[in-house]
């Protein structure tokens, strides 16, 4: 399966699609990229004049490339064509260490815990260009073909 | 492992994840995991996976789809621990 094919069959679009590519995926992890838009709807109002990406949309970002990225590519066998994937976050622990500013690119590594009974737990973490940590912690969630 | 037992271990791993306490104070047989305590799917794996730790087990998707009740859950960890 190859990363466009499995950006193609996630459930979001624009302006909630937190992916643009997909660097590295196994059974066991993925490393995937996003460009924070200068122009992101949720710049209008976070903050008042001081545009900084909020961390509820970082965390979305590393569940999207982490969680749901990882999970389409475990599930390939069993997906329907007619991409009716259920999902659902069902928990996260996140530490947030930097801030991210429109225009800025970030990674995110993910690395499979648990994948049983549809659920899958990962250890996500996401980097700036440079290489230094914006954000870690534990994403779970529920996944059904 | 007798009954009694059985529940007293298995009342442990599905504390942390009740959301009606109540329900769980009257703990019985007949508890059903979703309807009574209130957990959620992704928590009834969170319990199925400390059952398999607790009592050296593994459990299958179908042991997953009958575990619904406190019931169903100690039968098959007995069947499975061959008590």
Redesign the interface.
């Known amino acids: 399966m190859k990363a466009s094919d499995i950006i193609a069959l996630l459930p979001y679009q624009r302006p909630f699609l937190f992916v643009d590519d997909i660097g590295m995926i196994t059974e066991d992890a993925i490393e995937g990229h996003y460009t924070f838009r200068r122009d992101e709807y949720f710049y209008q109002g976070h903050f008042k004049n001081n545009p900084v990406t909020p961390g509820v949309i970082l965390t979305e970002c590393m569940a999207q490339i982490g969680l749901v990225c990882l999970g389409i590519y475990l599930m390939k066998d069993e997906l329907k064509k007619d991409l009716s994937t259920q999902i ?1 976050l ?2 996260h622990q996140m530490d947030f260490y930097l801030p991210v500013f429109p225009g800025q690119k970030v990674t995110v590594y993910s690395e499979k815990e ?1 994948f ?4 899958l737990k990962c250890k996500v973490k996401m980097l700036t260009e440079d290489g230094d940590l914006v954000a870690r912690g534990i994403i ?3 996944l059904k073909a | 492992m007798t009954k009694e037992q059985l529940i007293t271990k298995l009342k442990p791993l599905i504390e942390p994840y009740v959301q009606d306490e109540e329900a769980f104070k009257n703990l019985s047989e007949d508890t059903d995991f979703v309807k009574d305590l209130k957990v ?4 009834l ?2 319990i ?2 400390d059952i398999e730790d607790e009592f050296d087990i593994r459990l299958e ?1 179908e042991d ?1 789809e009958q575990m619904l009740d406190v019931k169903s859950a100690m039968e098959i960890i007995a069947v499975k621990l061959g008590i």
Not at chain 1, 116 to 119: D, G, L, S
Not at chain 2, 40 to 43: G, K, L
Request: glycine content about 4%.
């Open positions: 659902a069902t928990s648990v049983r009974f549809n659920k779970s969630g529920m | 959620n799917s992704a928590n794996v969170d199925i996976l998707n997953m």
